[in-house]
């Protein structure tokens, strides 16, 4: 059954059963949580339960009806999706009012059209403006979904008229299954990758790339060395994130995975200051992160994993990634006192 392929978020499957049983089946949603949580696949799967022709039981989908495949392969009629254009970082009021003239068309198949907006990040106040209306009054039949990562970048008008369903980051056994499924089939290379995910598929996905290691150590060697070369290790980090292209999400997801590292070799930094043992480092990075820690000490270092967690957040809310770059490696690579 579809439900199955959604690993944890057991309480938002259960708000959905829930309501529908009890006929309280709402018709606007706003699903916020992390990228890569699975958002996307639960609307998917959310949208195919409704639309099922031949459903073994309440809400659920049997993924073999032509309403099934059709949603599988994104041409079903009553199945409606908006994302931002490639190399857009808005969506665009054109395509948003295109969007709404089709939820109010009458369901080709059915009695329900279903209409996901995938990145409701990316509305600006005209494209928020123009579906107001629609959010206001959803055609009858038509479920409303909004995908976004946050509240605080959604208007209090489309907050209002939404019920919002939290998707929190998975644990690290539900990211190691999901590499499985998508053919990672060593299983301590895809549990090293669900340790460092932060509960997140698309971020672990990330990482399975011998690029990412390189940069991780140009950048952790770099910034733990005597005298560190910031012009050199922003260069360094911000090409790697430049070469996600035009995609702003797969950018955002490589500056953040550097921070991961960064903070991840502050941490060791840290535990060795403080007497413990590092886990999980080779003996030349042991020495570097000593001597670091030995410059700054524990309350520096303290310091700068905040620092770093402050600046995973700015990545998060879209403050210009060269700025985030730049601001961390100038705490990191300042001269100790
Ligand atoms: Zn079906």
New binding site residues.
């Given amino acids: 059954m579809s439900w199955d392929r959604i690993r944890g978020h057991a309480e938002a499957k259960n708000t959905f059963r829930s309501a529908f049983a009890s006929g309280r089946f709402g018709q606007s949603y706003l699903f916020v949580g992390p990228e890569g949580v699975g958002k996307r696949l639960f609307a998917h799967e959310l949208a ?1 339960a409704l ?5 073994p039981a309440p809400l659920t ?9 059709q949603i599988e392969a994104e041409t079903h009629p009553d199945f409606i999706t908006l994302r931002t254009p490639e190399g857009k970082h808005e969506l665009p009021v054109d395509e948003m009012r295109a969007f709404c003239a089709r939820l109010s068309r009458k369901p080709s198949r059915g009695s329900r059209v279903i209409g996901v907006v995938e990145d409701a990040d990316d509305f600006n106040a005209e494209s928020a403006n123009s579906f107001l209306k629609t959010l206001e009054e959803p055609p009858p039949g038509a479920v409303l979904i909004l995908l976004a990562t946050g509240t605080d970048r959604q208007l209090p008008t489309i907050l209002s008229r939404c019920q919002i369903v939290r998707f929190r980051p998975l644990s690290s056994g539900d990211v190691a299954a999901v590499l499985a499924v998508k053919g990672i089939a060593d299983p301590s290379r895809r549990d090293k990758l669900a340790r460092l995910a932060g509960g997140s598929v698309a971020r672990a996905m990330a990482l399975d790339d011998d690029a990412i290691w390189q940069v991780r150590e140009t950048l952790v060697a770099g910034v733990t060395a005597d005298r560190p070369n910031f012009p050199k290790l922003a260069d360094a980090w911000a090409r790697f994130v430049e070469e996600a292209g035009d995609d702003s999400a797969g950018k955002r997801t490589r500056a953040s995975v550097v921070i991961g590292f960064l903070v991840d070799a502050l941490r060791q930094s840290l535990r060795l200051a403080l007497g413990a043992n590092a886990s999980d480092i080779d003996a030349t990075e042991e020495s570097r992160l000593r001597a670091f820690a030995q410059r700054h000490g524990p309350d520096r270092l303290l310091e700068l994993i905040e620092k770093c967690v402050e600046a995973d957040y700015r990545v998060e809310r879209r403050v210009q990634l060269i700025l985030v770059i730049e601001s961390v490696l100038e705490q990191l690579t300042k001269a100790t006192k």
Wanted: charged share 25%.
């Fill in positions: 195919k639309l099922c022709e031949r459903p989908a049997c993924d073999s009806c032509p309403g099934c495949a």
